[in-house]
């Protein structure tokens, strides 16, 4: 069975970053795809990155792009989000998502329903 653990989350003032971990265990890890999704409160899951970790290809939310960056260490089975020049909407419960398909659709990565492996989330909150 997959598992995903995420760590990183906290509380830090507007301006500031945080580095989300996603630590990954029984898994091929260069066939899959790892996003990063997150959802607040009364509000939809959705995605904010994802890479393949095949030939690291990402993707991103374009609200985001400029501020976050998903990265891989193949060594620790970890994937990785950078938030910078953090908001006080960026608040939300971040979760991390795999699945080994082979490949990052275009056109899916950053629907829920891509995913089949999710971490338990990890909490995110920035004040102003």
């Known amino acids: 069975q997959v598992q995903l653990v995420e760590s990183g989350g906290g509380s830090v003032q507007a301006g500031g970053s945080l580095r989300l971990s996603c630590a990954a265990s029984?898994?091929?890890?260069?066939?899959?795809?790892m996003g990063w999704f997150r959802q607040a409160p009364g509000k939809e899951r959705e995605g904010v990155a994802a890479i393949y970790l095949g030939d690291t290809r990402t993707f991103y939310n374009d609200s985001m792009k400029s501020r976050f960056t998903i990265s891989q260490d193949n060594a620790k089975n970890t994937v990785y989000l950078q938030m910078n020049s953090l908001k006080p909407e960026d608040t939300a419960i971040y979760y991390c998502a795999g699945v080994g398909f082979g490949y990052c659709s275009p056109s899916s990565w950053d629907r829920p329903s891509w995913y089949l492996y999710w971490g338990q989330g990890t909490q995110v909150t920035v004040s102003s």
């Open positions: 029984r898994l091929a890890f260069s066939r899959f795809c």
